[in-house]
């Protein structure tokens, strides 16, 4: 059985189960995919750091990876294995993103402000936890959206910032009224 083996063995059967995962991608059904999810979610457990890392980065690539263990993975407190599947998963939900947001450093923040897409509910959390490379990058996204909450968390953060100020007037959809409180001081 899989428990009695070693952590090299049982990282080689990731490695397998991966790779099937992978070639047959975008036509398993739900049954399918929850069972790849149950199987990878238990081993990825049971393997080492390094093993874990390259298992990120291929299911950071996959379009629809199984949701609980690339929520494990993202949730890793190692930046290795969690950065690329925090950049990249197009897998990855909202509440898994603000989970991280709400209790990883800041390098999980930095890789969570560099997706292609944020929706306002993540940038919140990251406009508020943010160190300052986490806010301007978060600013500097193309693809991030803001609630008034983060355009007002912003500016207030601009304040002191010109780098920071310059990002926030370049964004075409913040409301003039947000910007026009950076001059009045």
Known sequence: ???????????????????????????????????????????????????????????????????????????????????????????????????GAKTKGQDHLLAISQRAQLSENVTDVLVERGNKKVVISTAANAGARFSDFGYSRLVTRSENDSELALLVWARPEIPREYLLTLFET
């Open 1 to 99: 059985s899989i428990s009695q083996r070693n952590i090299g063995s049982r990282a080689e059967i990731l490695r397998q189960i991966t790779d099937l995962f992978v070639a047959g991608s975008g036509h398993f059904d739900d049954e399918q995919m929850a069972l790849f999810d149950d199987v990878m979610n238990r081993l990825v457990n049971e393997i080492d750091q390094s093993a874990r890392v390259t298992f990120g980065e291929t299911l950071a690539a996959v379009e629809k990876s199984p949701p609980k263990v690339t929520r494990t993975l993202a949730l890793d407190d190692s930046i290795d294995v969690a950065g690329p599947v925090l950049r990249e998963s197009a897998s990855l939900d909202d509440e898994t993103l603000i989970v």
